[in-house]
């Protein structure tokens, strides 16, 4: 399945200038060609190019599947490297981020083996509400504010302030707010790094065979 980003007709990254030379660098640290890389993502490699040189603007599950093709973080792709590693991660310094209407916060420290982040999810976002995601891994998610829709398989799930999932990321699964305002989640994710494409994103009908 080839990633169909939800700002294919953006121009460059204004909101996210570090993350063009950053997947440029992590994609070489990694040794991987440019051909390689779109593969494990689900990207063509023309796509990917575009996202190098920031003629795109990846949106916030489209830099998580990047984030864990290279072995890495989203903060560590936007160049978020801390002066030192701290356990600690003070309300100060999770500054927004946003990616195609997502809002997100880092949670937790980079370099680790998972990664925590607050996120805020508005509702009807189009095709962002619509992405589907598989990926080795787990994911956990803990909904405070608001009330959110999550998909697993052919299952789908009402959460409200409170509630929690916990999932094998390879179920295919989609997360969409069901609220008027949104809704706020804390999300953690493990970073596994696999020889298949670890990421699918595309709408409905694109994911049909996986998706209900």
């Known amino acids: 399945m080839t990633i169909q980003s939800d700002t294919e007709g953006a121009g460059p990254a204004d909101d996210v200038p570090a993350v063009a030379p ?9 040794n991987m060609t440019l051909e390689r890389a779109a593969q494990r993502v689900g990207l063509s490699p023309a796509h990917l190019s575009r996202l190098e040189t920031g003629q795109r ?55 680790r083996a998972m990664q925590a982040l607050r996120l805020r999810v508005p509702q009807g976002e189009g095709r962002q509400e619509s992405l589907v995601r598989v990926h080795p891994g787990e994911e956990w998610l803990y909904v405070t504010e608001g009330r959110l829709r999550l998909t697993l398989g052919e299952t789908v799930y009402a959460l409200g302030p409170g509630d929690a999932a916990h999932f094998d990321s390879l179920t295919p699964h989609r997360i969409a707010a069901a609220s008027p305002g949104g809704a706020e989640l804390l999300f953690v994710h493990t970073l596994m790094q696999s020889g298949v494409a670890e990421l699918c994103l595309g709408d409905v009908a694109q994911a049909r065979r996986g998706m209900p």
């Open 57 to 111: 603007t990846p949106s916030l599950p489209m830099l998580l599947a990047l984030a864990r093709t290279y072995g890495t973080t989203v903060s560590d792709l936007l160049g978020e490297v801390p002066a030192e590693r701290d356990p600690i991660v003070r309300a100060d310094r999770m500054e927004p981020q946003e990616a195609a209407g997502w809002t997100y916060w880092r949670a937790g420290g980079s370099g």
């Open 22 to 30: 950053q997947l440029r660098a992590l994609r070489k640290r990694s």
